[in-house]
């Protein structure tokens, strides 16, 4: 089986706040055609410090589609058919811990996938696969992260739980308590099913949570709002841009797939009788399987 080919392509997958990133070099928009549907929006490819990047907007430009309706497939299918390796999503969250304090920025490391109401694989009838998800972010990109975000001297904690809720609308105080009783770190709405995608491509993921605010289940704030999200969603947005200039130069140089797994996730996951798997599907699946079904 070939490797997948390398060096490394950077992809980010901006979150509320976080529409575009300057400083590209050969800066360009491009409508990328995806199997699966349309991305989010046009995709901004360039290249910073050496690094070939490819930025998505998760909402759009303008921030038009919500989390239930975003196709997901079509994204990282998208980023994949650009040659992405590595994909660092950026996400607003709310905290569900007092130490957690707006403005904090979350190196996450496990995820509690509560949606209900999303396509959460590219596999399905007449290819059925099943990746392991124990570990579902990349360890040697959340190395990259961590140092990045020191070096530019964003308050961060390395590891942490987030809770993914369908939405729109906030939780409610009784679901806050219940994801604090779980032992949850912060909530959002978007990492799930991307992370779950991200690995049955192949592709390396790690996910910054940028805290924007307490859920409701805080004392002093009893209600989320959008207005009060928007106005740390900014600082935390300069602060995203920061971290994707201080995280390109560390992935400069890779020669090699990634020793967590991450570029192998195929390698044992389909159980398809080869007799029994539906050709249609895998033509779809030209761009995240064809390392193995090709
Ligand atoms: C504007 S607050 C709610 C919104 O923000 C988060 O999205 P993203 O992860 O893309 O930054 C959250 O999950 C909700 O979709
Ligand atoms: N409190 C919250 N709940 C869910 N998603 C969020 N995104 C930002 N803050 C959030």
């Known amino acids: 089986m070939a490797d997948p080919s390398f060096p490394p392509r950077l992809g980010i997958i901006g979150g509320s706040g976080v529409y575009d990133i300057d400083g590209l070099e050969d800066a360009t928009w491009q409508r990328v055609e995806s199997p699966f549907g349309e991305p989010s929006d046009e995709i901004l490819t360039g290249t910073y410090a050496g690094l070939p990047l490819a930025f998505l907007p998760r909402h759009g430009r303008g921030h038009v589609v919500p989390p239930s309706d975003l196709n997901f497939r079509a994204n990282i299918d998208a980023l994949k058919r650009l040659g992405v390796t590595e994909i660092l999503s950026v996400s607003a969250v709310g905290s569900l811990k007092e130490e957690l304090a707006p403005g904090t920025f979350v190196i996450v490391d496990q995820f509690i996938d509560r949606t209900f109401a999303r396509v959460k694989s590219f596999f399905g009838q007449g290819l059925v696969a ?3 998800m124990a570990h579902p972010v990349c360890g040697r990109l959340g190395d990259a992260v961590d140092g990045a975000l020191a070096e530019i001297g964003v308050p ?4 942490g739980t987030y809770l993914v809720m369908e939405g729109p609308q906030f939780s409610t105080l009784a679901e806050s308590e219940l994801y604090r009783s779980w032992g ?3 909530i959002g709405m978007t990492n ?3 992370a779950k995608l991200a690995r049955e491509a192949e592709m390396c993921y790690a996910s910054v949570a940028m805290v924007t ?7 002093d704030h009893d209600h989320v709002t959008v207005d009060a999200i928007v106005k740390v969603l900014l ?3 300069d602060n995203a841009r920061a971290l994707v200039k201080a995280v390109a130069p560390r992935l400069i140089g890779r020669a ?3 020793p967590k797994g991450c570029h192998r996730a195929l390698d044992a996951a389909i159980i398809t009788a080869p007799e029994k798997r539906d050709p249609a599907l895998i033509a779809r699946l030209d761009a995240v399987a064809g390392r193995v079904l090709g």
Not at 156 to 159: A, D, I, K, L, S
Not at 213 to 218: A, E, L
């Open 156 to 159: 961060h904690v390395r590891g």
């Open 256 to 258: 090699e797939p990634c």
């Open 235 to 237: 600082e935390n947005a």
């Open 213 to 219: 605010d307490y859920d409701c289940w805080h004392p």
């Open 130 to 132: 099943h990746v392991g």
């Open 184 to 186: 949850c770190d912060v």
């Open 192 to 194: 799930m099913p991307e």
